[in-house]
């Protein structure tokens, strides 16, 4: 791809919204090499050549995804890559952070073809505010503020190799994180409650309590339920 021009693997970029400004491809093989009667090496082989393409975008206007998969393919040269993550990250003065990740799977695979995990709408937008990614938790606690959240959205993207090349694939442990740092300024501390459907899988914690304006973190998850294709 040109300078002007980078390979969008995960499929997020928007035209006038979410502009592709860097692809990472991470392509790994495997070599194989046998000794020979006189301790040298006498044969080779490379194989196995996979990639785990990623992504990271810059974040033009506004811009709502709908109807986003974990483990939607995106095929490019004829190689197929299942969207692996998308991490999201809002911070006050700070510009936004999108990024995804993929993983190469059997050729020919489609996201038709692939058990999936259905993402809710996730809105993006250019402001470098702290805010909410995702309905996830109320916060509370008067003079305290939100100063960053960061959400991923992530599964694990399992293939079945021979040769060290994928033949088949399967998605697991689709799941929403979300981390929440907040601002304490003043002399109550904040509170967080898990909205319905989410858990609280790290508890507030105070990183800096000798401080006077101490900064709090916390991290909610909910998993994600699995579409199968043999069951549509």
């Known amino acids: 791809m040109s300078w002007d021009s980078k390979q969008d693997y995960a499929g997020l970029a928007v035209a006038n919204k979410v502009i592709c400004k860097s692809a990472n491809v991470n392509t790994s093989g495997q070599y194989l090499e046998k000794l020979g009667a006189h301790g040298n090496i006498a044969a080779t082989k490379p194989f196995g050549v996979v990639s785990a393409p990623s992504n990271e975008y810059t974040i033009k206007a506004a811009n709502t995804f709908q109807g986003l998969k974990l483990g939607s393919i995106v095929t490019v040269d004829g190689h197929a890559y299942a969207l692996e993550s998308i991490h999201y990250e809002k911070s006050a003065g700070a510009e936004p952070v ?14 038709e073809t692939m058990n999936t ?3 809710p709408d996730i809105a993006v937008n250019p402001d470098e505010i702290a805010e909410l990614i995702v309905d996830c938790a109320t916060l509370s606690g008067t003079g305290c503020e939100l100063t960053k959240c960061a959400a991923d959205f992530a599964c694990t993207v399992n293939t079945h190799n021979v040769n060290a090349l994928p033949q ?12 929440l740092t907040i601002g304490q300024y003043s002399t109550t501390a904040p509170t967080v409650a898990a909205k319905a459907g989410w858990d609280i899988s790290s508890p507030l914690t105070c990183n800096d309590p000798d401080s006077d304006m101490p900064e709090w973190t916390c991290t909610l998850s909910k998993p994600l339920a699995k579409t199968l294709v043999s069951a549509s």
């Open 98 to 111: 999108l990024t995804a990740t993929t993983k190469e799977v059997e050729t020919g695979a489609t996201t």
């Open 117 to 119: 995990f259905a993402l």
């Open 168 to 179: 088949a694939s399967d998605v697991v442990q689709g799941k929403i994180t979300v981390q």
